[in-house]
């Protein structure tokens, strides 16, 4: 018997292998099937899912961008923003929004009382020292399809009189002047955009047009630095000037 | 590798590149009692070897396109399965138990016949060996990759991949001896 060096070794057992066959199960097919069957579902949602994005962004930017085409479509909503634009130009510059330029509150107010409803921030620091306030919020039947920081506009009391006083140098608009404005907004009573629009958080831009209503309502919704769509209003044409939408992202404010 | 009349290897690649199902068939049985060869000789059961053989397919039939016409199909589809297994196996890597090297392994000596000897019966000595000493020892005798490349693949030395080798070959010789042994038992001495 010789030794066997390890390249003959190897080379033996190279060739043993060589033709190797081993059967598999008889069932082995069947999974990869399923198993290859399954790939394109995991797939396809992906590639469904950007799509859907890109129209969704598309419709979005075919629909907002162009405002000055406003006048040929005309919704409800641009009216009231038209109607906000005129008061706003026309009669108040105060640090307070006055109920003028809150189409919704002054809406409010013609329905609840009648009564000279008081408006803006200092309202909800009023509010809370009201130890009644909850229960006549129950009370207002358009509870259920309003932010409570609106209702607040409708609760008479000395306190918040002496604090309009106090902040707002100008009458606020006369009762005619609301129901017009109540008429005008009457189609957008519940879940509208235009209802959150007015819920004035203390900054003093006025709504004129499309674009600050986008702008304000992403505002809302959107507290990021990179808002997901954003629009240049000085000019009143609106130009888009930000959109960040996953993959789809520019913003020329920095180019700037 | 045995083809249908009806198939040749090309019109299998045609029309597994165009994802036709039963061409993928066609193709898995054909082919698949030679890879499930492969990885028996890297799995340590059958079982896992049959899971590699099925991830492989899988693989196969993903990456078809990318099989260019240089060098056969069957040993395109040998080197994605020996992939697989090689994946399959540092993915359990930490489950391993580590086999410490014994010093001062007496080398038999010993002339081997080889045609007594049944496939099935080495494979079962291969399957024996420790994970890495099979690994390594597949990867180099068999599909004849060289240390550093299995040193950077499986992310040991050199040195290591050496010593397992011999390890495992001194293994393998020691019971293939004694398989024959107990066999030939007069021919042994």
């Known amino acids: ?256 | 590798m045995k083809l249908t009349p009806s198939y040749t290897i090309n019109d299998l690649l045609e029309g597994c590149k165009a994802g036709d199902r039963k061409m993928q068939e066609q193709l898995y049985r054909q082919t698949s009692a030679k890879l499930l060869a492969v990885c028996m000789r890297y799995a340590p059961d059958r079982m896992e070897a049959e899971d590699v053989l099925q991830l492989g397919y899988i693989k196969i039939f993903q990456k078809i396109r990318e099989y260019r016409g240089d060098g056969s199909f069957e040993g395109w589809m040998r080197r994605v399965m020996v992939n697989c297994a090689i994946e399959s196996y540092r993915r359990n890597l930490r489950t391993l138990t580590i086999v410490p090297i014994e010093e001062g392994y007496e080398q038999p000596s010993a002339g081997f016949d080889f045609s007594r000897l049944g496939m099935q019966d080495l494979l079962g000595l291969i399957q024996n060996l420790a994970d890495g000493y099979r690994i390594v020892f597949n990867m180099y005798i068999i599909e004849g990759y060289s240390h550093k490349e299995i040193a950077v693949n499986l992310g040991i030395s050199e040195g290591a991949s050496k010593s397992q080798l011999s390890r495992a070959r001194a293994i393998l010789k020691e019971e293939i001896i004694k398989m024959e042994g107990s066999n030939y038992a007069t021919h042994t001495g």
């Open chain 1, 1 to 256: 018997m010789q030794h066997i060096r390890d390249n003959e070794f190897d080379q033996l057992l190279r060739d043993k292998f060589e033709e190797a066959e081993v059967r598999p199960s008889v069932n082995l097919w069947a999974q990869i099937e399923t198993q290859l069957a399954e790939k394109p579902k995991r797939v396809f949602p992906v590639y469904w899912m950007a799509a859907a994005i890109a129209v969704v962004a598309i419709s979005l930017g075919l629909l907002l961008y162009p405002e000055k085409n406003a006048g040929k479509r005309r919704t409800d909503m641009a009216v009231v923003a038209e109607v906000a634009r005129h008061k706003a130009a026309g009669s108040h510059k105060g640090a307070v929004p006055s109920a003028a330029e809150q189409p919704e509150a002054a809406m409010l107010k013609v329905k609840a009382t009648g009564r000279q409803a008081p408006s803006g921030p200092a309202v909800s620091t009023a509010m809370a020292m009201l130890p009644d306030a909850k229960s006549a919020y129950a009370k207002n039947n358009l509870s259920a399809v309003q932010p409570l920081a609106l209702n607040t506009h409708l609760y008479k009391n000395e306190l918040t009189v002496k604090q309009e006083i106090l902040n707002l140098p100008e009458p606020a608009a006369p009762d005619k002047e609301a129901l017009v404005l109540a008429s005008a907004a009457e189609g957008n009573t519940a879940g509208d955009e235009v209802i959150n629009e007015n819920d004035s958080k203390g900054d003093n831009k006025s709504i004129r047009n499309m674009g600050d209503l986008i702008n304000y309502v992403v505002d809302k919704v959107d507290k990021s630095n990179e808002k997901i769509i954003q629009f240049k209003t000085d000019d009143d044409n609106s130009s888009l000037v930000a959109l960040n939408i996953g993959i789809i992202r520019f913003n020329t404010k920095k180019h700037k």
